[in-house]
């Protein structure tokens, strides 16, 4: 079946660090894929999204291209901010109707000025 | 973009009760709704597919007579965990695609269960 791959947790990184989260995914055909965050305290938010292979989304300074040759959709941010303190989800879905998403396990990123 | 919200966000119960939880889809239709299920620190666990008019679909491992699922209109699914022990205390989150379907799902705020 479908399934969602992310770097381990926790990572720490001082106030404007680069940051990469790595995902890759296993699924059959063309799956949409997306980044989630989740706040201390609340649910999720989407952050962006890629629904074809070559597509970047971005949002809020965060970037994700979506490279089916390394079936990977790694997310990025230039500079951090003590704010970017979440759990950072990658998940894929089948447009194909009514369909959940497959979530990796979720990294918790702590910046700290 | 589309609103989902769940209620209540925090409850505490005691060992052996009931607890429901509601999920609505604010501005649109939803036939569809998600029921995910998070540990502390670790991933969205899909529990559930609750389909409006029909029984929902459980996962594999998933009670279905602890967990009831009723998705009586297209704004509305609840989840009622039946008698409660202190394992089921977890956070339930609900989500449900938009119309027309492009992937993308919105949650709902979370429902923090703790059972004494």
């Known amino acids: 079946g479908d399934s969602v791959t992310q770097m381990e947790g926790p990572v720490t990184l001082s106030e404007e660090a680069f940051l990469t989260i790595n995902c890759t995914y296993t699924?059959?055909?063309?799956?949409?894929l997306f980044w989630y965050v989740q706040y201390p305290g609340e649910g999720l938010q989407l952050l962006l999204k890629?629904?074809?292979?070559?597509d970047k989304g971005s949002n809020k300074g965060f970037e994700a291209t979506y490279r089916k040759e390394t079936t990977s959709f790694h997310l990025e941010k230039g500079s951090v901010q003590v704010s970017d303190s979440a759990v950072y989800f990658c998940?894929?879905?089948?447009?194909?109707?009514?369909?959940?998403?497959?979530f990796g396990k979720g990294t918790r990123l702590s910046v700290i000025a | 973009g589309a609103v989902v919200s769940q209620h209540p966000s925090w409850v505490i119960c005691k060992s052996g009760t009931s607890v429901k939880i509601e999920c609505r889809s604010l501005?649109?239709?939803?036939?569809?709704m998600f029921w995910y299920r998070q540990f502390p620190k670790q991933s969205l666990m899909l529990m559930a597919t609750?389909?409006?008019?029909?029984?929902?679909?459980?996962e594999q491992g998933v009670e279905k007579d602890k967990f009831l699922i009723n998705h009586a209109s297209l704004t509305l699914s609840t989840l009622t965990v039946t008698s409660a022990h202190p394992e089921d205390s977890s956070f339930y989150i609900c989500?449900?695609?938009?119309?027309?379907?492009?992937?993308?799902?919105?949650f709902g705020e979370g429902s923090r269960l703790t059972v004494l």
């Open positions: 890629a629904t074809k292979a070559d």
């Open positions: 699924a059959t055909g063309y799956p949409s």
């Open positions: 989500s449900a695609p938009g119309a027309p379907a492009t992937g993308e799902l919105f």
């Open positions: 501005d649109f239709q939803a036939t569809t």
């Open positions: 609750s389909n409006e008019g029909s029984k929902a679909t459980y």
């Open positions: 998940a894929l879905i089948h447009v194909s109707g009514n369909t959940p998403l497959v």
